[in-house]
């Protein structure tokens, strides 16, 4: 093992004067510089950094020290402890891939080649470094360097809830070699400052995305300190694991999704919410499929005058079957299921009246169902990348519909929210859906993971929630808190979500006059414009996407047969790391490619990285490299073809003929 030892420089006499501390703020501002101005800002920190001949170097706050000891000597003891037993994350199955789709395949082919080289698989990665390490707590930072030795990561996260800390480990540590040397490592160092766990957790989630989370496995997980902040922050990342892999995107979804988009984005009722509206005044009550929304129907149905009634999914039958009819459905997923739910409720209920508010991405049977539709364009959507320009892009419409009704309807001018049934979780662990839906009344089942989270209730006590609910709550209170100048209360009796205020159904009553609610959507709808067959296919047309994807493929294809010509028995990995870094270079030469290729990219590095982490005889590992790499190599010209289909016939793919695009080609 490498000498681990720390040896921090002394504290100087005049901090702020030295050139120690001046050469640290120069290396902020060349490396990290929105820190930097931070930095710079700081006179008369809360804390109080002291060398002490006696008692060390520590950090001192009121009447508490961080250390409580010679914070070179705490550090150096709990490095040591650490690579003694270091403590690891590992993904338990190859649960992120699918079973159906290309991405199944490729799981399907490597388990095969597995099997016919008879290699006994580890439980755990064999190799002692990781892509990933997370740091939770900076302290003063004597350990980062060690861990980045030992780690041999590509991405060292660090996450500090006291902005103090990092400015007095400005008199610490040598911040510029930190940088350097972590540089010359191929290491990136991530500085997540943020004082809740909840902005933690976006942030992690955010740092890891943007660094290939394909490669999550293994990662090396390290607490530096004790503190609250950093111990539910720690807690939640292990809880919520399988959230950073999830999302990702397929690329057989995406060829739906584009097909989708270009039937609905034509129709002569469909509507386009390509900017934000000026704010309107009429309240607005968005209803989910919660349970706790059974409870409140009767104070929705004696307010409904007075608000603008928005269901999201499945919460449209709970409504209609207790006799309220919203004015907005929200719809967001293009899975066939939600447009044969739509049509159920037509002729069950009849839907006229009902604007529906769907991504441009859904079941174009879908729109046959509402007289008025109000489509919106989901960033990281190829359809979005296509037709957007000149429209705004909605984000954070996920993972669950009622994220896509708070982030539309802002979208749509409205500031005074009232949320019912929007309960990201449940008071009851086993009854996560109004009785009245689908779910309720036994024509569908329960999806969400079987792990129950206990959370804060929005009226006290104790909710349960779990992992894609806790990424939605996430989700939801950041819109919230981008948006200070929105009016969100919240009449759910579920988790409670920040940012919306806590208001029992019973004591609402609002004091506006009865809405002319047709008046009121017809005002809406007829500000915002359509889009024309015409200048569909002239977008379509100029997007120039069979070039693009022709000249990307190949150059997918010539890595990997670099790859496989490699001197020497062995490819290597090398690979893996520059078929993601071509994903940079396709999103700058065509987005819309970029999002056809980058989620399943993804899943193909994460099945193979899974497998070859496993696989400890080398002989079998170097065959199964090529044999994968073969694999992908098929698979890429197999995509490449079924894009093709795409790209030559505008007009089947605008009548919605995709039957041959979503074939799967043996090439």
């Given at each position: ?67 409580g ?11 040591d ?114 004082k ?16 290939n ?95 603008i ?11 209609l ?12 997923e ?20 009902i ?36 429209v ?27 949320l ?68 969100c209360?919240?009449c ?39 889009f ?17 994807s ?112 979503k074939?799967?080609?043996d090439?």
């Amino acid at each position: 093992m490498a000498d681990t030892t720390l040896a921090p420089e002394a504290a100087p006499h005049d901090p702020r004067e030295s050139e120690f501390f001046k050469a640290n703020m120069a290396a902020f501002r060349e490396h990290v510089p929105h820190l930097y101005a931070r930095l710079a800002q700081v006179r008369d920190p809360h804390s109080r950094l002291f060398v002490d001949d006696d008692e060390g170097i520590d950090i001192a706050f009121g009447g508490r020290r961080l250390y409580g000891e010679d914070a070179v000597a705490f550090a150096q003891r709990q490095i040591d402890a650490y690579f003694a037993k270091p403590k690891r994350r590992f993904i338990n199955e190859l649960s992120f891939s699918t079973e159906d789709g290309i991405e199944g395949r490729y799981k399907r082919a490597l388990m095969d080649a597995v099997q016919r080289e008879g290699a006994d698989l580890a439980q755990q990665r064999v190799d002692q470094s990781s892509h990933f390490t997370i740091v939770f707590g900076l302290g003063l930072g004597l350990h980062l360097e060690p861990l980045i030795e030992f780690t041999g990561c590509a991405h060292l996260i660090v996450a500090e809830p006291n902005f103090d800390n990092l400015y007095h480990s400005l008199f610490i540590i040598d911040w510029g070699g930190l940088f350097e040397r972590a540089g010359e490592a191929g290491c990136a160092v991530h500085l997540v400052l943020e004082k809740d766990q909840a902005s933690i957790a976006w942030h992690l989630r955010r740092v890891i995305r943007l660094g290939n989370p394909a490669l999550l496995d293994g990662v090396y997980v390290y607490q530096h300190y004790g503190s609250s902040v950093l111990t539910e922050a720690r807690l939640s990342f292990h809880r919520d694991f399988a959230i950073h892999v999830l999302g990702l995107g397929f690329f057989e979804d995406e060829l739906l999704m584009t097909a989708n988009a270009v039937v609905n984005l034509k129709q002569p009722n469909a509507r386009v919410l390509a900017t934000t509206q000026q704010p309107r005044e009429e309240p607005v009550f968005i209803c989910a499929s919660g349970p706790s929304i059974d409870r409140d129907l009767e104070v929705i149905a004696a307010q409904r005058d007075r608000a603008i009634v928005v269901s999201s999914g499945t919460a449209m039958r709970t409504l209609l079957a207790n006799g309220i009819r919203p004015d907005i459905h929200v719809e967001t997923e293009n899975h066939p299921t939600n447009a044969a739910n739509a049509a159920k409720m037509a002729r069950e209920f009849g839907l006229s009246g009902i604007t529906l508010l769907g991504a441009s991405t859904v079941q174009p049977s879908m729109l046959e169902q509402f007289d008025h539709v109000i489509l919106y364009c989901r960033d990281q959507q190829v359809p979005s990348a296509v037709f957007s320009d000149g429209v705004e892009l909605m984000g954070s419409c996920g993972p669950v519909v009622a994220n896509a009704a708070l982030v539309t309807l802002l979208h749509l001018g409205f500031r005074n929210l009232y949320l019912f049934g929007v309960d990201m979780g449940s008071r009851d662990a086993a009854t996560y859906h109004s009785a009245d839906t689908f779910v309720g009344i036994g024509e569908a089942e329960e999806t969400y993971s079987e792990l129950r989270l206990p959370a804060a209730a929005n009226f006290g006590g104790e909710a349960v929630a779990e992992s894609i609910l806790g990424w939605s709550r996430l989700a939801f209170e950041n819109i919230l808190r981008l948006h200070p100048n929105v009016h969100c209360v919240n009449c759910s009796d579920g988790v409670r979500i920040g940012g919306a205020v806590p208001m029992l159904p019973r004591v609402l009553e609002l004091n506006n006059p009865p809405l002319d609610h047709p008046q009121v959507m017809a005002d809406m709808r007829d500000k915002l414009p359509s889009f024309s067959p015409d200048l569909l296919n002239r977008i379509w047309t100029d997007a120039d996407l069979p070039a693009n994807s022709r000249a990307i493929f190949q150059r997918v294809d010539e890595l990997l047969a670099a790859a496989l010509a490699t001197d020497g028995d062995d490819p290597g990995v090398t690979w893996v790391y520059q078929l993601y870094d071509v994903l940079d270079e396709v999103n700058v030469r065509s987005p819309a490619t970029n999002i056809f290729l980058s989620g399943t990219t993804c899943l193909y590095i994460g099945s193979f990285w899974w497998f070859d982490g496993r696989i400890e005889d080398a002989q079998a590992r170097n065959r199964f490299r090529r044999t994968a790499i073969e694999e992908l190599r098929g698979l890429y010209a197999g995509m490449g073809q079924r894009l093709s289909v795409l790209f030559a016939d505008v007009d089947r793919s605008f009548a919605g003929e995709i039957s041959l695009i979503k074939s799967d080609y043996d090439v």
